[in-house]
Structure formats: structure tokens, C-alpha cells
């Protein structure tokens, strides 16, 4: 498929919706050179070579306002502004900076070159390390390189350029198995490149024997009466659990990633969190494996015990986390982020609540599951929502509320959900039950999705005007329709118009506007396949 030479992307700040095209344009990119295969670990890089150039001349823009305004010259001591910006930074993330660059000219260009051997050219008016880009043995395993130019218009300003390396010739090698000696070799190499730890304990719990490495990770003096000191540390669940437990209970003794956390002698609150498996022998020695997985102050931040039973309980709690949580947790880990942060975004806000079912339940409670019923509805309105590329937010009793990243494809599963709301309908009053019906609203325009709690509970969600108008319009619905404001009726594409059929505009005054909202009815102007409804 040929795709159309994208243009150049100017960038302040790395926003959702730029974030995505940039995303877009370089998929494509690799299409063109069939090397869509490796689209993700180039996007990786793309992220963070923005993202590197934009810290670089956030730093640089504010150390000039700094200058500016509070009269520092460039002899100053750097640790002043340096303390300033990450005041910024944490207070109000690179919004402010943004905003100033956008109005003064300072911005970051991202092209995909057609040519055989760029991929991705990156112009900035500020120089900065693109060696210490964290990617950079990601990009050599690749078998690109960087090149950098200076920008002849821009003072300072450099111009970085992905090169592919068509002359690599990459070796093809037909696998083997391993043999008892390369496998031992190499068993051998891991364990001292990792520095793993080997403890072997009798059955009645006694340490027999540990190796130095194991010493060492737990920083104690590597010397046989520093082994009293091991033996102290290891805590007595884990002789409950293992030694007495695990090891005796399961087939032939083995235990697998057992996760327990050892205080570090001479410390007041320093714990290393282990990963241990192991079995037991003929003569019931207990060989154990120690693994460091984290070191941690306070002891509590990750779980200690089988990472089967945490396992188990992440399929039973996964299905109470948000989808977009856990969406936005995975591209978090891959970009090598280790918390959600805010993000600011244009979305089309979704509600959807059962008209009545409150007195419905209160008159129907013996006659009918209510959760079944409530339980049936929501599973068809999340259905819609999945298929339509949405995500939900959450769920109040028996309303729900809805993001979609195209206004098209937030009406598409309105009209989707009244759609199944019919079917189920008639088959209830087939069945001489009463029919429910659904109010559906649904608005346009920037919300903050953000972190909204404490620390013991948490929800990333999505906050703002935009968010309480949609649930106001809703509230204004007549059952069995869906009320739109005009707003994302105009956001939707031109190209897309075409599958609805909007009403006449009229006005509401709605809570917190002191302008009527204009709002209108939408339904789909195609009739709907029936085998959609699924």
C-alpha cells in the first residue's frame, strides 16, 4: 500500500492527539520500508528522542525567563534555576513552558523522510546530549544510527537524523539445542552476571550452607561468621511458607517464585525484596535461589509471597480496573515511566444511565435478578463502547460514563447502544417484563485526565467542564434518545456526517452555564446490520 509523504510535525509539548499522528506517520514510515515488524521498539525511540529535545528546550526557554525576569546572568550558579524548574515541572508539568513557547516561536520539528536511509529527522533550536538518549543501545541493537548536523539558520540549533545502515548484514543462524556443557556454561554466567544467591537449609529450618554472593546482597561482611547474621535476617514467614510448607507439600518439593523481603542489617528501615524458588532433595536439604528484585525504604512496596496467588488475584481484580488505567499503565512501562501522569486532551465524553431503574427496583425486586438485569444492559453498552474503539471510565450504579478519541466513533456507539437497548426490549416485553430504557449524553472538548484521590485509592479519570456538561445533557435526555451538544456535532468529520441524522438545534439551560447550551438529537442515518448486535 502506498501511503502519502507526511508533513513535517511542529511540537510544543508532547500532546495526546500530536503524540498519536506521530505515532501514525512513522508506522507508515516502516510500512513504506517493510519494517512494520519493529514498529514498536521505533516508537520507543521516537518517544524518547522527543521527548529528550523537548526537555531540552523546555530547560532552555525557562532558564531564558529565569534570566529575564529575574535578572540572573549566565554566570549564575545553575543549581538556582535547575531547583526552579522542577518546581514548575511538578507543580504544573510543562504546561506554562508550552504556552511560552508556542508564543514565541520555540519549537520542535519531526519529518519522515523519504529516503531509503532516514527515518526520522528531528530539528531543534537547542543543542543537547543525544547520547545519553535513553535508547541508545535500543537503537544500535536496531542497527540504526544517529547523526547529528548543526542548523545553519538557527544558532544552536541542531538537527538529528535516524539512519538506517542498509550495509548491516544480519547473521542467520538455524537454532540448536544446547548441549550438557554450554548449558552449564552458561548457567554458570548468568548466575555470577546476575548475582543470584544460594542458601541451602535442613529440614528442621537450619542454614547449612549460603553462598558469598548471597552475603553480599544483603551487604554483610562475605565470611563464614557473618552466616549467623543471614540467619537472623531471614524472616520467619518464610520458614512457615517454604521450609515448612511449600517445600513439603507440593510435588517432589519444588517452589517457584516465592517473593520475601529481608531487612538489611544495620539499617532502620531498608529492605530488598527477593525472588526465591528451589526444591528439596532426597536427604531434605532445601536448596533455595535468591534473586534481588528491588530494594525499597519502608517494606511495602511491592507484595510479598506467592506470585501465583498474585497472579490469581490480578485476574479477579483486573476486571475492576478501568481499561484505559491499564491501557495507559502498559504504555507507561514501555516509554519507562513508573506512574500515570496528567494529560491534557480533546475527547468526547459518553453517559449513559438505565431511565427508572431505581423504582424499578424498588417494584420488581422480587420478581427478576436486578443485578442480572443491570449486569445484562451494561454488557451490551460495553460492547458498543469496546467496539466503537472507546474506553470506559467508570461505572455509577447503573450509569456509565465513556471516552472515545473521535467524536464520529462516540455517537457511532450511542447509536449502537439505543440499537441493542430495542432488541432487549422486545424480548422483555415478549416475556411480560417492563422495558427499560436508556438516556444518553454525550459532549466534546478538552478535559484533563489526571490522578484524583490518595494515595489508598486512586482513580485516573478524566475531569473538567467538559466532563460535568455531558453529564448535564444527559440528565436533559428523554428516555430511549440521544442528546448531543452541538459542539461535537461540529467536531464530527465531514466525511463522517454523513452516517447521522441530526435534529433541529435547541437550547438548555443547563447548571453552572450561564449561557444556554445548544444541544440536538442524533440517530443513525443508515440503518444498523443486525449482525453488529453481538
Avoid at 447503573?398 to 464520529?408: G, S, V
Avoid at 427499560?436 to 489526571?450: A, D, K
Wanted: charge should be negative; glycine fraction near 6%; proline fraction near 3%.
Amino acid at each position: 500500500m502506498d501511503f502519502p509523504q507526511p508533513e513535517p510535525v511542529h511540537i510544543h509539548s508532547l500532546e495526546h492527539e500530536l503524540w498519536q499522528r506521530l505515532q501514525s506517520d512513522l508506522v507508515h514510515a516502516l510500512q513504506r520500508r517493510n519494517l512494520a515488524h519493529i514498529a514498536s521498539p521505533c516508537i520507543l525511540v521516537l518517544h524518547d528522542l522527543i521527548d529528550s529535545a523537548l526537555n531540552a528546550m523546555h530547560h532552555r526557554v525557562f532558564r531564558q525567563i529565569v534570566e529575564s525576569d529575574f535578572g540572573l546572568n549566565r554566570g549564575t550558579n545553575d543549581d538556582y534555576p535547575e531547583e526552579l524548574y522542577k518546581t514548575e515541572i511538578k507543580e504544573h508539568g510543562s504546561e506554562n513552558i508550552a504556552r511560552y513557547c508556542k508564543q514565541n516561536g520555540w519549537q520542535i520539528g519531526v519529518s519522515f523522510p523519504d529516503r531509503d536511509n532516514e527515518l526520522i529527522r528531528l530539528e531543534a533550536p537547542v543543542a543537547w546530549d543525544s547520547s545519553a538518549c535513553s535508547t541508545a543501545r535500543l537503537i544500535d541493537a536496531l542497527g540504526y544510527r544517529l547523526e547529528v548536523e548543526s542548523l545553519a539558520n538557527v544558532p544552536n540549533g541542531q538537527r538529528l537524523i535516524l539512519m538506517t545502515q542498509p550495509d548491516l548484514k544480519t547473521v542467520v543462524r538455524s537454532p540448536e539445542l544446547l548441549g550438557d556443557m554450554a548449558q552449564a556454561a552458561s548457567l554458570s554466567g548468568i548466575f555470577n552476571r546476575l548475582s543470584y544467591g544460594l542458601i541451602q537449609f535442613s529440614g528442621n529450618g537450619e542454614l547449612v550452607t549460603a553462598s558469598p554472593s548471597m552475603l553480599a546482597l544483603l551487604q554483610l561482611n562475605v565470611r563464614a561468621t557473618a552466616l549467623n547474621a543471614l540467619k537472623v535476617a531471614i524472616p520467619l514467614n518464610f520458614y512457615n511458607d517454604i521450609i515448612w510448607g511449600a517445600a513439603l507439600s507440593e510435588e517432589n518439593g519444588i517452589f517457584e517464585n516465592y517473593r520475601i523481603r529481608v531487612k538489611l542489617t544495620g539499617t532502620d528501615n531498608a529492605f530488598i525484596l527477593f525472588n526465591v524458588s528451589g526444591f528439596r532433595d532426597e536427604h531434605a536439604i532445601i536448596h533455595s535461589l535468591w534473586q534481588a528484585v528491588s530494594q525499597d525504604e519502608g517494606g511495602a512496596l511491592l507484595s510479598e509471597g506467592s506470585m501465583l496467588s498474585e497472579v490469581r488475584i490480578h485476574n479477579i481484580t483486573r476486571s475492576y480496573v478501568p481499561q484505559l488505567v491499564e491501557e495507559k499503565a502498559r504504555d507507561a512501562i514501555r516509554l519507562g515511566k513508573n506512574k500515570l501522569t496528567n494529560e491534557v486532551r480533546n475527547v468526547a465524553v459518553l453517559f449513559c444511565d438505565i431511565d427508572g431503574f431505581t423504582s424499578y427496583v424498588e417494584t420488581n425486586a422480587s420478581s427478576e435478578s436486578i443485578i442480572d438485569t443491570l449486569n445484562l444492559i451494561l454488557l451490551r453498552v460495553a460492547s458498543c463502547v469496546k467496539r466503537n474503539h472507546g474506553s470506559i471510565d467508570k461505572f455509577m450504579g447503573d450509569c456509565m460514563m465513556a471516552l472515545f478519541d473521535r467524536p464520529d466513533d462516540a455517537l457511532l456507539a450511542a447509536c449502537d447502544m439505543q440499537g441493542h437497548a430495542e432488541d432487549i426490549n422486545t424480548l422483555r416485553l415478549r416475556a411480560g417484563q417492563k422495558t427499560l430504557q436508556l438516556r444518553i449524553g454525550v459532549h466534546w472538548g478538552e478535559v484533563v485526565i489526571g490522578n484524583v484521590g490518595t494515595v489508598e485509592r486512586l482513580d485516573w479519570t478524566a475531569i473538567g467542564d467538559v466532563v460535568n456538561t455531558a453529564s448535564r445533557i444527559e440528565k436533559n435526555c428523554h428516555p430511549g434518545a440521544i442528546l448531543i451538544s452541538e459542539t461535537i456535532r461540529n467536531a464530527v468529520p465531514p466525511a463522517e456526517a454523513h452516517r447521522f441524522a441530526f435534529g433541529d438545534t435547541f437550547h438548555l439551560q443547563v447548571k453552572g452555564k450561564g449561557e444556554e447550551l445548544a444541544v440536538c438529537q442524533v440517530t443513525q442515518a443508515v440503518e444498523r446490520s443486525a449482525t453488529s448486535r453481538h
